[in-house]
Every structure is written in structure tokens, then in C-alpha cells.
């Protein structure tokens, strides 16, 4: 079945330290691959996208992701936290060009100071 | 920068009442989309909607949903008759044709049935 697992429920990394959120997905075929953000009490902003271009996509506010067709992966990294960048972030994937989005279960992101 | 609006914010509702949920897709996308979101669980898809007709739904939408496109710039979802595991936040989304898998949320009502 075609799935999206994020490892992880709650991360929490320093102010100024990586940034490392985990996706991976199951299937056959490469899918369209997303990330968004979530902050508190409002909606999903998209962070960015993999679409069968470039493997590294780059994001607003500095986060960046890589496919790896190999692992069935795409992760979100960011060099250093900020403490705006608490928030839910979710991974989201569109199975064989489908329109819906299948989401991950979240991961919530916490920055310490 | 064009954005998805939805209102109400935040909708109480008895259980057996029926709602609207209200939203303005981006003004130049086709595709339009329900999700919802119970508290601490994922965001899932109910129904996608193109060309006046649904696309495709989920097992979630069941005969007590409906959606509608009742003028050129609104979307709307309808629960019937709710029940209390209706309660979740409800977000839109609309997409363009050219890139119809990138999809942008509106910022969700917030359903409480009581």
C-alpha cells in the first residue's frame, strides 16, 4: 500500500543547530513529494516541492530537501535553526500523478534557545 | 499574493445539524479540495473536485457530504446531519491545470460539534 511515514512525532534541536526532518514513502513509482508547515492556529504553507526535476530542491525560509529514489526518501534539512521556525511540518506525497496528497503524521518541531 | 480564504474561522454545531463550510479558491485554479484534520491526527483527503463534478473522494466522504460550486468563486462543503467525530479543523485547497498536484491551503475552519 502506498504510504508516507515521518519519523518521528516531536524534534528538538538548538537555535543555530541542523535541522533534520525525516520522509519516507512507499512505492514503486517516484512520486511528487512535498513538504508544508504548519504554525500555531493557522494553515499549510507550502515549503516546497520535488517534482521529477532537480533532486535537491531548495525551499523558502532555508530549508532544503533531497530525494533519494534508492531509500525512498525525502528529508527536509535546514544548516541552522531559527526560533520562527517552530511549527508542524508535514510531509505530503501525490501517489502516480494522482491529485490527492497523502500526508504524513506530522512532526512538530521545537527550537531551544 | 493570491491566497485561499475560508470562513468561517472557527463553526459550533449541535449534533444532527446540518453546515456550510465556505471557501475562495485562487482565482485562475480549476482544482478544488477538502481535508481534514482531527485533533492530533493526520491531514486527510475527503474529495477533490474539477469541472463542476468530483474527481475523486474518500472513504470518509460518505452520502452525508456534499460539495458545491454554487457561483464562479466559492466552494463549499456541506455535512448533513453532523456527528461528534465530525469535529476537526477543515481546510480547502485549490490547484492550477498546469501543475494540478501543487496545492494551496486555505487556513481552515475549525468544526466543534457538541
Known amino acids: 500500500a502506498q504510504s508516507v511515514t515521518q519519523l518521528g512525532s516531536h524534534v528538538s534541536v538548538s537555535e543555530g543547530a541542523l535541522v533534520l526532518l525525516r520522509c519516507n514513502y512507499s512505492?514503486?513509482?517516484?512520486?511528487?513529494l512535498f513538504w508544508y508547515v504548519q504554525y500555531p492556529n493557522q494553515g499549510l504553507q507550502l515549503l516546497l516541492k520535488?517534482?521529477?526535476?532537480?533532486?535537491l530542491v531548495k525551499g523558502i525560509n532555508g530549508f532544503e530537501a533531497e530525494f533519494k529514489k534508492s531509500e525512498t526518501s525525502f528529508h527536509l534539512t535546514k544548516p541552522s535553526a531559527h526560533m520562527s521556525d517552530a511549527a508542524e511540518y508535514f510531509c505530503?506525497?501525490?501517489?502516480?500523478?494522482?491529485?490527492?496528497?497523502?500526508f504524513g503524521q506530522g512532526t512538530r518541531l521545537t527550537i531551544n534557545p | 499574493e493570491p491566497e485561499v480564504t475560508q470562513t468561517p474561522s472557527h463553526q459550533v454545531t449541535q449534533m444532527g445539524q446540518e453546515v456550510i463550510l465556505r471557501c475562495v479558491p485562487i482565482?485562475?485554479?480549476?482544482?478544488f479540495y477538502w481535508y481534514r484534520q482531527i485533533l492530533g491526527q493526520k491531514v486527510e483527503f475527503l474529495v477533490s473536485?474539477?469541472?463542476?463534478?468530483?474527481?475523486?473522494k474518500s472513504e470518509i466522504f460518505d452520502d452525508q457530504f456534499s460539495v458545491e460550486r454554487p457561483d464562479g468563486s466559492n466552494f463549499t462543503l456541506k455535512i448533513r446531519s453532523t456527528k461528534l467525530e465530525d469535529s476537526a479543523m477543515y481546510f480547502c485547497?485549490?490547484?492550477?491545470?498546469?501543475?494540478?498536484?501543487?496545492?494551496?491551503f486555505g487556513p481552515g475552519t475549525r468544526l466543534t460539534v457538541t
Open positions: 485547497a485549490s490547484s492550477g491545470d498546469l501543475q494540478p498536484y501543487e496545492q494551496y
Open positions: 512505492s514503486s513509482v517516484p512520486p511528487y
Open positions: 482565482s485562475n485554479h480549476l482544482y
Open positions: 520535488y517534482t521529477s526535476a532537480a533532486t
Open positions: 473536485f474539477y469541472n463542476n463534478e468530483i474527481s475523486e
Open positions: 505530503a506525497v501525490s501517489f502516480q500523478g494522482a491529485q490527492k496528497l497523502v
